[in-house]
Nanobody, 123 residues
């Protein structure tokens, strides 16, 4: 099993920056791809981006491309989401997710999820 805990959310003004962290524990050696998603109440969960096991390949949603950067530190078992030039429409609960051995219950291609951290961008 893998446990994921997000941190770093908060309130920031438009144009500002925020860095989210996702700490993984448990059978972290089985984790391969990790991703970030976000959800606004009443809307579908939205893919933000992901990163491969070695950290040298990332994919981003068009809505965040050029503003958000995903990285990971496999020694610390952490993943990060650096968010720059934030916009009010980035306001959401942000979730980290992982693909790892173990659970067979998948959502959006990931079988482990954190509890989320709220990001609010004021205009």
């Amino acid at each position: 099993q893998v446990q994921l805990v997000e941190s770093g959310g908060g309130l920031v003004q438009a144009g500002g920056s925020l860095r989210l962290s996702c700490a993984a524990s448990g059978r972290t050696f089985t984790i391969y791809r990790m991703g970030w998603f976000r959800r606004v109440p009443g809307k579908e969960r939205e893919f933000v981006g992901n990163i491969n096991r070695s950290g040298d390949s990332t994919v981003y949603a068009d809505s965040v491309k050029g503003r958000f950067t995903i990285s990971r530190d496999n020694v610390k078992n952490e993943m990060y989401l650096q968010m720059n030039s934030l916009k009010p429409e980035d306001t959401a609960a942000y979730y980290c997710a992982a693909q790892a051995a173990g659970s067979t219950s998948y959502q959006d291609g990931y079988n482990y999820w954190g509890q989320g951290t709220q990001v609010t961008v004021s205009s």
